[in-house]
Nanobody, 114 residues
Framework: QVQLVESGGGLVQPGGSLRLSCAASGSTISIYTMAWYRQAPGKQRDLVAHILSGGTTTYADSVKGRFTISRDNAKNTVYLQMNSLKPEDTAVYYC????????WGQGTQVTVSS
């Protein structure tokens, strides 16, 4: 059983930056594929980025070049560095872990607005 707790969300102006953290407990995440998803009001939950246990990363086209996913297995934490934020990035961001079974965090709100 893995518990995931996201933090770092908030209100930011367009062009600003935020760093989301996902702290895991209950199991080491080193063998897990980790990912960030987001869900805007009235829309489906979409993949933002994922990182394999070996470190390979993949990004949604909408965030390529602006967002960076990383993992610190020693701290059992995954990060999402978000730069050059746009209003369309506004959503609840969820952490996700997968290895045979999948787990979700409770989400953290990111609002990009002037």
């Amino acid at each position: 059983q893995v518990q995931l707790v996201e933090s770092g969300g908030g209100l930011v102006q367009p062009g600003g930056s935020l760093r989301l953290s996902c702290a895991a407990s209950g199991s080491t995440i080193s063998i897990y594929t980790m990912a960030w998803y987001r869900q805007a009001p009235g829309k489906q939950r979409d993949l933002v980025a994922h990182i394999l246990s070996g470190g390979t990363t993949t990004y949604a086209d909408s965030v390529k070049g602006r967002f960076t996913i990383s993992r610190d297995n020693a701290k059992n934490t995954v990060y999402l560095q978000m730069n050059s934020l746009k209003p369309e990035d506004t959503a609840v961001y969820y952490c996700y872990a997968w290895n045979v079974r999948s787990y979700w965090g409770q989400g953290t709100q990111v609002t990009v607005s002037s």
